[in-house]
């Protein structure tokens, strides 16, 4: 199967649009409910969270893992690819959202100002300003860490004045950092669930329509092309399109949540890590 990891339900966006693109693989899903959030942790603590998710979707026979998780991809990643896999087993791989994203996004913006919104573990690693500057160093990027927003979705209070209070809030104070944004980059695989709400109150700010990028197409197409390109790895995937879901919290908990994100009924089973 592939492996598709998140600290919570913001991944199976990711799964989702996965899914859609490549319904004749196999995956399991991997959801660490149990100690989310990983957003305001420590390096040291999401990095180990992140490799004993990932060692134990290996030991489930993954040979390829997908960090569907912003904060796992910024803090955890390169860390498990240049140190850890050599020493599991250098024919397995993990990737992130990342990199996929900030590889097009010279793409995407017409202004060369781009905005991010993201947790407050994604923002503090400085990740996308770093890799988007690797590549493009014209691009001028800004963010906001948007704390609320994920316990307002996961508390289904996201259609809520309240949630419509904080999205304002947030991208008002991005838009005062650079007003010349024309490109924002949705950096939580949450933030698909409210990204009407977001395109609604961002053209309210800006007075004029701004590009709203979600990451689970990219993903999609980028895991795609991997593929391709990765035709020893592609041969030895499964393709029945079955889809297995894991969590490290209440199961019962897990599937009521997880109808908003996948948008259908799902059943999980309870794990121990």
Not at 115 to 121: F, P
Not at 149 to 154: C, Y
Request: a negative charge; one cysteine or more.
């Amino acid at each position: 199967m592939i492996g598709i990891f998140d600290s919570g339900y913001g991944g199976l966006t990711i799964l989702r649009s996965i899914y859609n693109r490549l319904p004749n693989h196999d995956y399991l899903y991997l959801g660490d409910n149990a100690r989310n959030p990983y957003g305001p942790r420590s390096y040291e603590v999401v990095y180990k969270y992140t490799l004993e998710c990932v060692r134990y979707l290996f030991n489930q026979g993954c040979h390829l893992v997908i960090l569907a998780c912003n904060t796992a991809s910024a803090k955890a990643l390169r860390t498990i690819q240049q140190h850890d896999l050599q020493h599991i087993d250098p024919t397995r791989r993990v990737l992130g959202v990342i990199r996929p994203t900030v590889e097009i996004i010279d793409q995407l913006t017409n202004s060369q100002h781009v905005g991010i919104l993201g947790t407050q573990g994604t923002v503090q690693s400085m990740s996308y300003v770093i890799e988007i500057h690797k590549l493009f160093p014209d691009i001028k990027v800004v963010q906001q860490a948007c704390p609320l927003w994920v316990p307002l979705i996961e508390n289904n209070e996201y259609q809520t004045e309240g949630a419509d209070f904080f999205i304002h809030r947030y991208l008002s104070q991005l838009y005062a950092q650079d007003s010349q944004i024309d490109t924002l980059i949705l950096g939580c695989t949450h933030y698909p669930i409210i990204i009407d709400k977001i395109r609604q109150h961002s053209t309210q700010i800006w007075q004029q329509p701004v590009n709203i990028v979600a990451q689970g197409e990219i993903v999609a197409r980028s895991l795609e092309d991997y593929l391709y390109r990765h035709p020893d790895i592609d041969s030895e995937l499964p393709t029945k399109g079955k889809c297995v879901y894991l969590t490290t919290e209440a199961p019962d908990k897990f599937n009521a949540n997880a109808r908003l994100f996948m948008q259908q009924e799902i059943t999980a089973t309870q794990i121990e890590l």
